[in-house]
Nanobody
Framework: QVQVVESGGGLVQPGGSLRLSCAAS????????MGWYRQAPGKQRELVAT???????NYADSVKGRFTISRDNVKNTMYLQMNSLKSEDSAVYYC??????????????WGQGTQVTVSS
C-alpha cells in the first residue's frame, strides 16, 4: 500500500508564489510517474504538470513558464513551485504517484488534496 500526502497550499495574493510538496510512502519499490492535478469548483480535474522517472516533464499550457515541477527520488517527494500566481490558479491540487511495490505490483495512488487560493 502506497500513500501520498500533499502539503504547502494556502492563501496567496495574485503574483505571489507557493511551493507544494507531495511525499510518497509505503511499500514502494519504484515510482515511475508523478503528477500534479487540480480541480476548481465547477470544473473537471485537469493535469497541471507531470514528471517521469526518466526526467521527462510536461506542463499544461496555462501554467507553462510559471510553474516548475521537480522530484527528489531519495525522499520520494515531488514539488511544484508556483510563481506569478493568478486567481484562476485557485483550486484543490492533487498529487498522483504511480509505480511498483516490493511485490512488483502496480500502484496508482492519489493524495487528499491541498487547497490553493489566490486572492487579494
Amino acid at each position: 500500500q502506497v500513500q501520498v500526502v500533499e502539503s504547502g497550499g494556502g492563501l496567496v495574493q495574485p503574483g505571489g508564489s507557493l511551493r507544494l510538496s507531495c511525499a510518497a510512502s509505503g511499500n514502494i519499490f519504484s515510482i515511475t510517474f508523478m503528477g500534479w492535478y487540480r480541480q476548481a469548483p465547477g470544473k473537471q480535474r485537469e493535469l497541471v504538470a507531470t514528471i517521469t522517472s526518466s526526467g521527462s516533464i510536461n506542463y499544461a499550457d496555462s501554467v507553462k513558464g510559471r510553474f516548475t515541477i521537480s522530484r527528489d527520488n531519495v525522499k520520494n517527494t515531488m514539488y511544484l513551485q508556483m510563481n506569478s500566481l493568478k486567481s484562476e490558479d485557485s483550486a484543490v491540487y492533487y498529487c498522483n504517484a504511480r509505480g511498483s511495490d516490493y511485490a512488483r505490483r502496480f500502484f496508482d495512488s492519489w493524495g487528499q488534496g491541498t487547497q490553493v487560493t489566490v486572492s487579494s
